[in-house]
């Protein structure tokens, strides 16, 4: 463990991601500039394939770091029995989710760090379809595109906001702190979909746990001291597959569950795979 690392356990971190916050939306044109072209410059970001090209058009740095892209940007995978990708960015893990013999399937995180489906969504009820199913665990980079778009067409059922911390999920953290996922503060999506139940989980992180969704606006802050459930049964709200889901206010994780026999992951996906919205995630089988 890194000492950065161990120094965020006892970090405030709600504290800092509200500091963070009120740098993000301020409107003061010196600090959201310098913010915005640190980042562009550090991280390499690419405007040329923003809606907004210019640097300096953005109102405030959230503005900027939730950018649109242009029309044709990123495209869906053109075989309809394809699940999409749902953000840019790189897979941190995915793989299978393995039963544990108490009932709770396993995700792996990282050599010698892993965490139950129950434990990431808040709900044992509702990690059982997935308890033997698969997982794909997604990182956001400061360079990427920051909105999360759906995997497959779903009809919105429940979002569960679970409280936690906000530990970076940068890859010292992800090797060394356990069950760091399912710790950190997040939103649970649950969808149903032709062939059951799909969970997206937008996981919050130290300086980057703003999440706000199409449905609903804002979700995380306030944070959490409990966890909340917002039932959508019967509201009709149902997303096309490749349609935009959410978006991290600064960016995070996305993890999107599968039932067991659902679909094959891409064969090519594997930790540190570098990956585009829209490209193929899996097959249905």
């Not at 149902?238 to 996305?254: D, H, I, K, P, Q």
Request: overall charge positive.
């Amino acid at each position: 463990m890194s000492p950065l690392t161990a120094l965020t356990y006892v970090l405030p971190h709600r504290a800092l991601s509200s500091l963070a916050r009120a740098l993000a939306y301020s409107t003061n044109v010196s600090t959201k500039q310098w913010l915005i072209d640190t980042v562009t410059r550090k991280f390499g970001v690419d405007l040329s394939e923003a809606a907004e090209s210019d640097p300096t058009a953005y109102p405030t740095f959230n503005a900027f770091f939730t950018r649109a892209l242009k029309p044709g940007a990123r495209v869906p995978d053109p075989d309809p029995r394809t699940l999409l990708m749902p953000a840019d960015g790189r897979i941190s893990q995915c793989g299978d989710i393995v039963p544990d013999g108490s009932g709770d399937g396993r995700i792996f995180q990282a050599k010698g760090q892993s965490f139950t489906a129950a434990e990431l969504l808040g709900d044992a009820v509702a990690a059982r379809p997935f308890a033997d199913g698969v997982y794909a665990t997604v990182y956001l980079s400061p360079r990427d595109y920051h909105r999360v778009h759906m995997p497959w067409t779903g009809t919105l059922r429940e979002t569960v906001h679970v409280p936690g911390r906000l530990f970076s999920v940068g890859t010292d953290a992800v090797a060394s702190v356990p069950r760091l996922f399912a710790r950190n503060e997040r939103l649970v999506c649950h969808f149903d979909t032709d062939f059951g139940p799909m969970a997206s989980v937008m996981v919050g992180a130290l300086l980057v746990s703003g999440v706000e969704t199409v449905w609903s606006g804002v979700e995380i802050p306030a944070y959490g001291d409990r966890i909340t459930r917002k039932d959508y049964r019967g509201k009709g709200i149902v997303l096309e597959r490749f349609a935009e889901m959410a978006r991290f206010n600064y960016g995070s994780t996305v993890i999107v569950l599968l039932p067991k026999g659902v679909a094959r992951l891409a064969p090519e996906l594997r930790a540190e795979t570098p990956v585009r919205l829209g490209q193929e995630l899996g097959r249905l089988s």
